[in-house]
């Protein structure tokens, strides 16, 4: 089987050392296998995506002396075949829309910590079907949210194969009923990632550790949509001098500072080796 990789950022601004570790190791990772590797834009959030910092992924990578397949995919194309998804788990009785704000989930005191902040307690769940019509016909905001009780009813154990941590079994319930699609974006992280990873053919999905919990959450939509199920391999952190995860709004050199500092892609490439986390 030929390895396919992929690295998949956002261009929600310039990519950093931790962006040029994942792309690298993605990249070589195909590279040993003799397989292709793939650059995927995930450009759903159109509030903070810009064309300038999509065109500076690819300048950026291109000088770290990668190269990738096109035509690229990008999210924003595609928005119809995440609607299909969402539908296919609608139609399987699995979501229900939630109007509530992100304060009144974060004042509902009962509500458990997940690894993506408060676990929703589920009110809009409860709602009934005349009540939910008629927000819904008020023109309200609403997210489509997984009802993960019901979904886990009907996926039994779930593992995948991660090649930096073994076999993984698969604790989705952890994040609660997670959010799938918005009022505005029929999408969302967690499954538009899950399904272009499956179209594109991905058997390999290789990135940072920051991204380990929510796998959990991939290999279950992954179960309820009838998708392959890569191995992922989920590698160290690049991270500051302060010892913390270098993040796109905090401090962190851009690739292009470095380059305009007259950094070659080699020396690059050591730096971000050099601060690798455990
Ligand atoms: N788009 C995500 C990011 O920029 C990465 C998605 C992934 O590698 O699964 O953090």
Redesign the pocket.
């Known amino acids: 089987m030929t390895v396919v990789t992929?690295?998949?950022?956002?261009p929600?601004g310039f990519l950093h050392l931790g962006?040029a570790y994942?792309a690298l190791f993605a990249f070589e990772a195909a590279r040993a296998a003799g397989g292709r590797f793939l650059l995927r834009i995930?450009d759903i959030d159109a509030a903070r995506c810009r064309p300038e910092f999509e065109q500076a992924i690819a300048e950026d990578l291109a000088w770290l002396g990668l190269a990738w397949e096109t035509p690229v995919r990008r999210q924003s194309e595609h928005l119809a075949e995440y609607a299909a998804a969402v539908e296919r788990l609608r139609g399987l009785g699995l979501v229900y829309p939630c109007f509530c704000t992100r304060a009144e989930i974060a004042q509902a005191t009962s509500a458990p910590h997940g690894p993506d902040g408060p676990v929703y307690p589920g009110t809009c769940r409860a709602l009934d079907d005349a009540e939910r019509q008629r927000r819904l016909e008020s023109g309200a905001a609403y997210a489509l949210r997984l009802d993960m009780a019901a979904a886990r009813a009907r996926r039994g154990a779930l593992e995948w194969r991660d090649r930096a941590h073994g076999i993984v079994t698969a604790t989705p319930e952890v994040f609660g009923d997670v959010v799938i699609a918005r009022k505005d974006t029929p999408t969302s992280?967690h499954l538009s990632?899950t399904l272009d990873?499956a179209l594109q053919g991905v058997t390999l999905?290789?990135?940072?550790l920051?991204?380990f919990a929510?796998t959990h959450v991939h290999r279950l939509l992954q179960a309820l949509l009838g998708l392959a199920t890569p191995d992922y391999h989920h590698h160290p952190l690049v991270l500051g001098p302060d010892g913390k995860r270098l993040a796109k709004r905090a401090n962190a050199p851009t690739l292009q500072s470095l380059r305009e500092a007259g950094h070659s892609p080699a020396e690059v490439r050591q730096m971000a080796l050099d601060a690798l986390g455990p």
Not at 6 to 10: M, Y
């Open positions: 992929r690295t998949a950022p956002s929600t962006h994942s995930e992280y990632v990873d999905v290789t990135r940072g920051d991204l929510s």
